[in-house]
């Protein structure tokens, strides 16, 4: 009897989404199979083995598979379909493979995990092949520890390879170490989740194997035998946001499954994203017309721009636009860099001017206006953008064509003044520096811009002119009202950080003018001080009835250089308007105002 060995007998090829018929010379219509590959130097029983996916394993019938060998499983009702391509092992109850991904298990007689597969839709790296009618392939039988990095959609043009050589078959031993790849933090568990480049001997990991600077003790490392590429370090303080931090593998600290150690140190940074670390950059929200000269594709993007200095993980954070939304998937934006986000079908139209990134679900951009955000794994806002039309500054750009670009990265808090219409004749600036960028250090406090007639005596709304530090703007003492007026409680917008409501004791009283100050304790999100005590009159307003308020003097015709003006006069004697709901304009002569 042949003792077989972990990776002897490989998953060599999985048709999960087979063809539909519809194309003459294609493999068999819906049939499903997986092919295994003997890359040992062994012939082998597969008696007993079994084969699996999430569900009950399916037992081999006995078969002698060659070295170099292959062999086509199966089920029962679709032999006579595979038989013409090479050897074929039906089983009674073959498992029904998914489409966007599957956990595929070859264990031996004896219970010895010789080969597992834990594939997804991504490694077809073909959008068009992963709609169906195409298998995945091994790339490297003699690599068997790296991964989805060894898969890909099958360039053969049946759809794929059954009982032959694989159509991407590039054979080269593996010598190489593991390499680390990724880094995410797990908030809910405290600990980081390590990504390496291939399989992993688990035997060969210890807690010893690894640092963390600025220092972050490591409680435990888990290890997954459904996911070899993976480690978990438990930490045993919980790392701060904004803190660049330096994940390092020591020398021979890992080895990969055929026991190639790592050589020398392997280090990645990582950075717990704080508010303001990713910018919206850029939103072409109007594309250009297809037939204009415009050198940009017609299609909606964002850009995004990392303005720290240390590559942050995205994977599981979401874009929002309006009341949709679309989630990321892993990747990692790197330090000072751009990334466009786009449709899945925009990216070949965009990726030529910088990386970019299909987001399933990317929300449409509204051309009027509407609210960006960037939210974290977690659900923390990290960047908000309410535009409008009238952010262009541009009545011709508002017209389409025309991206509107951040102007200063650095003065991250400020609204609307901070954006402008691109002036770049292309009409935007995808993935590399914006045209209007102007970066001059933000050194201005936020200011009043107006206060929200109340809807109840008890509170009043403020807008300021920047997003604001919500632990200063949470201290009561920041602000002060006349008339003996007090606030005793602040509340934040649950999206916007420069609009809050103060709670007020005693209540407003009706026909009473107040006035709003602010104080120095104030500060703006990059902790710039209310640099004066600004003043903002407000009151409980009153309804406009007809004649409270009348045209009292015009001037329509001014001297030179003067300018025309309408007074308007309140007739009563006792009541406060609310002007922000009225309108001046001009009647045609011919226009029915009865």
């Known amino acids: 009897y042949v003792i077989p060995e972990a990776y002897d007998v490989l998953i060599n090829e999985i048709m999960a989404s087979p063809p539909d018929g519809s194309v003459p010379g294609t493999l068999p219509a819906g049939v499903e199979y997986v092919e295994l590959y003997n890359r040992s130097t062994k012939t082998l029983n597969l008696e007993g083995w079994t084969f699996s996916d999430a569900g009950t394993p399916q037992e081999l019938p006995a078969f002698d598979l060659a070295p170099g060998g292959l062999v086509i499983l199966c089920d029962d009702s679709d032999v006579s379909e595979l038989s013409p391509y090479g050897e074929v092992l039906g089983l009674s109850s073959f498992p029904a493979l998914n489409n966007a991904g599957d956990d595929l298990s070859l264990v031996t007689a004896e219970g010895l995990l010789v080969h597992q597969v834990n594939y997804t839709d991504d490694w077809y790296r073909d959008a068009v092949k992963e709609d ?19 898969w890909i959609a099958s360039n053969d043009l049946s759809g794929g390879t059954p009982g032959i050589e694989n159509s991407v078959y590039e054979p080269a031993p593996d010598y190489g170490g593991p390499l680390l790849v990724d880094i995410i933090y797990n908030s809910d568990l405290n600990a980081f989740d390590l990504l390496f480049s291939e399989s992993l ?28 590429q993976l480690l978990r370090l438990y930490l045993d303080d919980l790392p701060l946001a904004g803190i660049t931090y330096e994940i390092r593998v020591l020398n021979d600290g890992v ?42 594709p017609a299609v909606e993007y964002v850009e995004l721009y990392n303005r720290t ?36 079908d925009a990216v070949d139209s965009l990726s030529a001017f910088g990386p970019t990134i299909g987001l399933e679900g990317f929300p449409g951009l509204t051309n009027s206006g509407s609210t960006l955000k960037l939210l974290d794994r977690n659900g923390t806002l990290i960047h908000r953008v309410p535009y409008t039309d009238e952010w262009y500054k541009s009545t011709s750009k508002a017209s389409g064509g025309w991206s509107l670009e951040l102007v200063n990265p650095l003065n991250y808090c400020a609204g609307v003044a901070n954006w402008q219409a691109s002036a770049d004749l292309s009409g935007g600036t995808p993935g590399q520096e914006n045209s209007v960028t102007s970066p001059a250090p933000d050194e201005v406090g936020p200011s009043v811009q107006f206060v929200i007639p109340p809807d109840a005596p008890s509170q009043i709304e403020v807008v300021f002119s920047e997003d604001l530090d919500p632990g200063q703007a949470a201290d009561t003492d920041a602000y002060s009202i006349d008339q003996g007026v007090e ?67 015009v001037l329509f015709h001014p001297e030179v250089g003067g300018k025309d003006f309408v007074e308007v006069y309140n007739t009563t004697s006792d009541k406060i308007f609310d002007l922000n709901a009225l309108v001046l304009a001009n009647l045609s002569q011919d226009l029915d105002t009865s």
């Not at 009618?133 to 991964?147: D, K, M, V």
């Not at 026991?259 to 717990?272: C, D, E, H, P, Q």
């Open 132 to 150: 169906g009618g195409w298998s995945l392939e091994l790339i490297n039988p003699f690599a068997p520890c790296e991964g989805a990095f060894n």
């Open 255 to 296: 080895a990969d499954c055929l026991g190639n150690s790592n050589v020398g140190a392997l280090t990645r940074v990582f950075r717990i994203a704080e508010p303001y670390d990713i910018l919206i950059h850029e939103i072409m929200a109007f594309p250009p017309d297809p037939e204009s000269d415009v050198l940009l």
């Open 487 to 553: 606030v005793i409680g602040v509340e934040f917008h649950s999206e916007a950080r420069n609009r809050l409501t103060l709670l007020l004791f005693p209540e407003l009283v009706q026909g009473t003018i107040y006035t709003l100050s602010t104080t120095t304790v104030l500060e703006d999100c990059q902790n710039n001080p209310v640099e004066v005590i600004s003043t903002t009159r407000f009151a409980l307003t009153d309804p406009i009835l007809p004649g409270d308020l009348i045209i009292n003097e």
């Open 201 to 228: 001997d688990l035997s060969t990991v210890l807690e010893s194997d690894f640092l963390i600077e600025p220092l972050l003790g490591i409680l435990q490392v888990e290890t997954f035998l459904e996911n070899q």
């Open 309 to 344: 200095d240390s590559p942050v993980n995205l994977s599981g954070w979401t874009f929002f636009a309006n009341t949709s939304d679309a989630d990321f998937p892993a990747m990692t934006i790197e330090a000072g860099a751009y990334l466009i986000l786009c449709r899945v």
